[in-house]
């Protein structure tokens, strides 16, 4: 790559910096053709590690997945990826392209993609060391060269905090909503102050806020025990008048579930924890509709017909009609 890819150098015929425009400027194109085909962005982040980011992106991605959406799943937690080991996947992409010239991402399930970076790598204990420039460039290629097609949601795991990664989304995806999760001791809510009033600096709308780890499930009777005080998340999401998309409880199952690659929203369990996994899905669902067009890509419930909501075959699952 030549050394200026700004423009801005001075030396655009010299050294060739306008053929580095260039590229670009083709890429840019690239990205809008990829999220043109993209209906709904939603960046998961948080001021602060380990308050659950990445479980809350991998279960909200397969919720959206079985309930018949085509999602994707993107992970640019580029330091830290951890959504692959999650899903238990241990497919590696192996740079083969797709007709279009673009890279087939990991296909969970029919309607499920994922990128990671830890996916692309030959040793997965390979920490990777890289700075803003070429992070930024990372991302913008998993936009670019990825070969998404239609997706009804694309589902950003961050790292924790306002760095590069969560900025460079920003920046690529304009219409990028944040969701912001957050846990509720007093100190990771100071730090959702930080998330919601970066995405004022860099005008990203906010989906909501979602309270993670919110109460314990006690393992011998499944009733939540409130070992932390709940309702922070609610409160600063009513002190910035932003939706508050729920609560989910701490519930080790959910730690086993991630550890094992077998997310726990796939387990078909019936617990506090899944069905508020199921209110937060439906309240994302409600926050975020799918647009229904022609292409619509929502299956139609059985017996379900016109309902006269004006937007077509309708389904009852994602309509409010
Ligand atoms: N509701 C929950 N109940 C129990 N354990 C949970 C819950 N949510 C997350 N965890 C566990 O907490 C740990 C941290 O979660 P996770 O990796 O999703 O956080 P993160 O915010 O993505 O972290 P990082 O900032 O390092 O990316 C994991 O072991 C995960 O299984
Ligand atoms: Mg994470
Ligand atoms: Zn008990």
């Known amino acids: 790559m030549s050394k200026c890819s700004s423009g801005t150098c001075g030396s655009k015929k010299a050294s060739g910096c306008g053929s580095a425009d260039a590229a670009v400027a083709q890429q840019n194109t690239a990205i809008a053709a990829s999220l043109d085909r993209i209906k709904n962005k939603i960046l998961v982040m948080s001021g602060k590690g380990g308050v659950g980011k990445s479980t809350v992106s991998v279960n909200l991605a397969l919720g959206l997945a079985q309930k018949g959406y085509k999602v994707g799943l993107m992970d ?156 922070g998340g609610e409160q600063l999401a009513t002190e910035f008048s932003v939706p508050f998309l729920g609560r989910i409880p701490l519930d080790a199952r959910v730690v086993i579930a991630g550890d094992d690659g077998k997310p726990y929203l796939s387990s078909g369990a019936t617990s506090p924890a899944i069905q508020a996994f199921e209110a937060f899905l439906a309240k994302v669902e409600k926050e975020l509709p799918v647009i229904q067009t022609a292409a619509t890509s929502i299956p139609m419930a059985k017996g379900a017909s016109s309902c006269g909501c004006g937007s077509g075959p309708c389904n009852p699952n994602t309509c409010d009609c």
Request: with cysteine; net charge negative; proline share 7%.
């Open 76 to 231: 640019v937690d580029l330091h830290g990826p951890d959504i692959v080991r999650m899903l238990g996947m241990s497919g590696r992409m192996d740079g083969e392209l797709t007709k279009d010239g673009k890279m087939p991402p990991l296909q969970y399930n029919d309607k499920l993609k994922v990128i990671s970076l830890e996916s692309m790598m030959e040793n997965r204990d390979d920490p990777i060391i890289w700075r803003g420039p070429l992070k930024n460039q990372a991302i913008r290629q998993f936009i670019a060269d990825v070969n998404w097609g239609e997706l009804d949601y694309l589902v950003i795991d961050a790292p924790p905090g306002t760095g590069d990664e969560p900025m460079t989304v920003a920046h690529t995806i304009k219409d990028a909503k944040a969701l912001v999760v957050t846990t509720p001791q007093n100190i990771a809510l100071a730090d959702v102050r930080k998330s919601i009033n970066f995405c004022k600096h860099v005008s990203m709308k906010i989906l909501g806020i979602v309270e993670n780890m919110s109460g314990f499930i006690c393992p011998h009777c499944d009733k939540p025990v409130d070992i932390f005080k709940t309702g």
